[in-house]
């Protein structure tokens, strides 16, 4: 049931679905504007098209691959480490999530301390020679990387499991494999697919791993940012970002349409006791160990990215420093700051933003929202980088952007070259984060709480500030967590719109690895996953605050009941 709403209500959600036009489908449509205005047809045919074919086949056949490994790694931890039962499966899985504090780019400093022409292993151990960028370079760092984002997505899934159907097979005289591949998997489909989706999207946008060990194989990404920064050439680069955004949104289109025909749903959720008790031994041990050696791969790039903060010159002198981490503290401490200054407002605003359009759409008969619904979510299928571009084409016109169709001759009001359009971009860029926790929560709160309230004669105001807004909390807190991670790490939306005044970390540590300074890169890499793991501990503090108080005050009785010997009593 659906019932008249208040005019602030109204005029709430009409501003918001004009500013997601206005900051999403605007600059995406302005890209492609801009790309097939610009240039003559045969200039187009035989300069630029043969180009951007080429690094557009590049790209898919990295993504493509990245997209089977990574995935197929993340399914295998998720079991692995979800439901086979073994001694230090909590510590892997606090080790496998440690991608996801750190820029994806940021693996490839331990790839070229360990690999490299000075490389340890290659170097030092074998004596080689070696160069490691390249094809498999590219999709040997993209894969750990990515696979972390695929465990983390499938792994939801397999904590959802409802074991009911898996026992009732086995007293049927099923076998553990066919139980798997008829009811276990298909369970995990809607997951798994939506992590192909977001690995495939992550890998085709992804620049700064192409760029540093690309070396001669370069993608269409990492082709797109060498036209503006190094040739200045924004023609090239606008077509660039209309072919990459078609396979991405291909991709985006293929998932939702996938998982939407071949739901299989649960009648119950399971949260305990999900081990697998009759796989077979040898199964276990193969799952167990290709789970080690993932985790091992993702701790040992992070474990020397450690070692090399605190190397002299690697390759040349591996003698203890703090030089590294007393230049950043004297020299280079802004960009982090600024860091901190735009992923806190960015959390907390596409956070409350997002989780308050769901509760919208989802409990009120407004006009458009679908459509609304449609456009807040396409940042999803848009690669960063295109999204970077549509803001650098638009917002130098006079009147934030729309100037440059219809009000040319007017004076210049522009947000580019502003630090307000940094803060715009990564709030609209994250709001769908916000949207699909606020769905994914609505999707088990009764509306009649909110009819009955109101038909007991409660204000639509009492009922959303003492009802709808304490249940909204939790999906605003997930979505804060991964907006302010997501921000802390970003880096190609923003990195034509960054001037000197307003570098964050991810910039900075990009140009330096860029200039190949391995200990300084290193050393920015630690203390931004540092920063980033310090302001989460933080925000998990101040949002479980009662459970944590009733946990000390637990613990504060039991020390002292300690001191409190029994009497002795004669019988």
């Excluded at 916000?434 to 994914?440: E, P, Q, R, T, V």
């Excluded at 979505?479 to 921000?487: E, G, I, M, R, W």
């Excluded at 980033?532 to 009785?557: A, P």
Aim: proline content about 4%; aromatic content about 14%; hydrophobic content about 50%.
């Amino acid at each position: 049931m659906k019932f008249k709403q208040s005019y602030l209500l109204k005029i709430f959600y009409w501003l918001l679905s004009l500013s997601i036009i206005y900051f999403i489908v605007l600059p995406v449509c302005s890209v492609f504007i801009y790309g097939i205005a610009s240039g003559s047809e045969a200039e187009f045919f035989k300069q630029i098209l043969p180009r951007v074919w080429k690094h557009m086949k590049n790209s898919l056949q990295v993504a493509m691959a990245v997209t089977f490994i990574s995935t197929s790694f993340g399914l295998l931890a998720s079991i692995t480490l979800w439901r086979i039962k073994f001694w230090g499966r909590r510590i892997m899985r606090i080790l496998v999530l440690m991608p996801l504090i750190s820029p994806p780019f940021v693996g490839s400093v331990a790839f070229i301390m360990l690999f490299g022409k000075r490389g340890l292993i290659t170097h030092s151990f074998l004596g080689l020679e070696v160069s490691p960028f390249g094809y498999y370079g590219i999709v040997t760092m993209q894969s750990i990387g990515l696979a972390t984002l695929a465990y983390l997505l499938i792994s939801s899934a397999i904590k959802k499991t409802d074991v009911s159907h898996e026992e009732a097979a086995r007293s049927l005289g099923a076998s553990e494999r066919d139980i798997f591949l008829s009811i276990t998997l298909p369970l995990m489909i809607p997951e798994i697919t939506v992590a192909a989706m977001l690995v495939f999207l992550a890998s085709m946008s992804d620049f700064g791993t192409p760029i540093i060990i690309g070396g001669g194989f370069q993608t269409l990404a990492s082709d797109l940012y060498i036209q503006i920064t190094g040739l200045y050439n924004m023609k090239t680069a606008s077509i660039s970002g209309i072919f990459l955004f078609i396979p991405c949104f291909i991709a985006f289109f293929i998932q939702r349409y996938y998982s939407g025909k071949n739901m299989v749903y649960s009648h119950s959720i399971s949260g305990e006791f999900i081990e697998y008790y009759r796989v077979k031994k040898a199964v276990k041990l193969l799952l167990i160990l290709l789970s080690c050696v993932f985790v091992f791969f993702v701790f040992l790039q992070y474990a020397f990215i450690v070692i090399g903060a605190f190397t002299e010159h690697w390759g040349y002198n591996y003698s203890f420093t703090l030089r590294h981490l007393e230049n950043i503290l004297s020299k280079e401490a802004a960009p982090f700051v600024n860091s901190i200054k735009l992923a806190v407002p960015v959390a907390l605003v596409s956070s409350i933003l997002g989780v308050l359009l769901a509760y919208i759409i989802k409990s009120k008969s407004y006009p458009l929202s679908k459509q609304i619904d449609f456009f807040t979510t396409l940042p999803a299928s848009v690669p960063g980088i295109l999204l970077g571009i549509g803001y650098l084409v638009t917002f130098k016109y006079p009147l934030l952007g729309i100037g440059g169709f219809v009000l040319s001759e007017l004076e210049p009001v522009i947000l580019l070259g502003t630090g307000v359009i940094i803060y715009l971009i990564c709030i609209y860029r994250y709001l769908y984060v916000g949207l699909k926790s606020g769905y994914a929560l609505m999707e088990h709160v009764n509306p009649n709480l909110e009819i009955a309230a109101i038909n007991l004669g409660a204000s639509e105001r009492r009922v959303f500030f003492d009802i709808i807004f304490p249940m909204l909390t939790p999906a605003f807190n997930v979505a804060f967590l991964k907006n302010f991670s997501s921000t802390m790490t970003t880096l190609g939306a923003i990195i034509f719109l960054l001037l000197p005044r307003n570098k964050v970390a991810v910039q900075q540590i990009f140009q330096v690895m860029t200039s190949s300074e391995i200990g300084a890169a290193a050393m920015m890499a630690l203390m931004l996953s540092m920063l980033s793991l310090v302001f989460l501990g933080i925000f998990q503090l101040f949002i479980n605050h009662e459970d944590i108080s009733k946990y000390l005050r637990g613990c504060c009785q039991w020390v002292s009941s300690l001191g409190k010997l029994p009497k002795n009593t004669e019988s």
